[in-house]
T-cell receptor
Framework: ETGVTQTPRHLVMGMTNKKSLKCEQHLGHNAMYWYKQSAKKPLELMFVYNFKEQTENNSVPSRFSPECPNSSHLFLHLHTLQPEDSALYLC?????????????FGQGTRLTVV | KQEVTQIPAALSVPEGENLVLNCSFTDSAIYNLQWFRQDPGKGLTSLLLIQSSQREQTSGRLNASLDKSSGRSTLYIAASQPGDSATYLCAVTTGGSTLGRLYFGRGTQLTVWP
């Protein structure tokens, strides 16, 4: 257990569906991140939140909508996705965004868009 | 833009061998370097974190070194075991406008057979 919990672990959705991914961390961290892992590609940063405020959007399409209601929870709202959005979505947290301290990852949500 | 390269992409060895995994990065202005392990379809488990001011870190049979000036890190695995089979990922953090972002390599897929 890394202290970062993601739900659901697996999700299959149609292109017209709306769904949400949830991430919760029990580490007392202030920074949370969404990463995308596609086959044959390095992990790509999607969003960064620090003290509930979004500090980075890595040119992510608007069909992905993040929400961070508090420092312990992070959501990724999905709507009108494309099959190429199928990937493993990983949430991470760290004490802050200085990049000095260790990052901890959840187990990921395997998303399949049909 | 920071780019991280890992060599080899895949490695298959018999149990008991000592292994060296390589990681290189293009921008030496890093804050830290982390080695992660990823089992198939799972999230990332942090193995070792090396701060930019450090030269190496050790945990059990794992030893990671960092040569910041040359942009290189190695992960040494002693007396490999079948349970070490996984993908090993190297990631660095940098400062400036990319605070908190981890830049990942594509990983080394390790198979240790009995």
């Amino acid at each position: 257990e890394t202290g970062v919990t993601q739900t659901p672990r697996h999700l299959v959705m149609g292109m017209t569906n709306k769904k949400s991914l949830k991430c919760e961390q029990h580490l007392g961290h202030n920074a949370m991140y969404w990463y995308k892992q596609s086959a044959k590609k390095p992990l790509e940063l999607m969003f960064v939140y620090n003290f509930k405020e979004q500090t980075e959007n890595n040119s992510v399409p608007s069909r992905f909508s993040p929400e961070c209601p508090n420092s312990s929870h992070l959501f990724l709202h999905l709507h009108t996705l494309q099959p190429e959005d199928s990937a493993l979505y990983l949430c991470a947290s760290s004490q802050d965004i200085t990049g000095i301290l260790e990052a901890f990852f959840g187990q990921g949500t395997r998303l399949t868009v049909v | 833009k920071q780019e991280v390269t890992q060599i080899p992409a895949a490695l298959s060895v018999p149990e008991g061998e000592n292994l060296v995994l390589n990681c290189s990065f293009t921008d030496s202005a890093i804050y830290n370097l982390q080695w992660f392990r990823q089992d198939p379809g799972k999230g990332l488990t942090s193995l070792l974190l090396i701060q930019s001011s450090q030269r190496e870190q050790t945990s059990g049979r794992l030893n990671a070194s960092l040569d910041k000036s040359s942009g290189r890190s190695t992960l040494y695995i002693a007396a490999s075991q079948p349970g070490d089979s996984a993908t090993y990922l190297c990631a660095v953090t940098t400062g400036g406008s990319t605070l908190g972002r981890l830049y990942f390599g594509r990983g080394t897929q390790l198979t240790v057979w009995p």
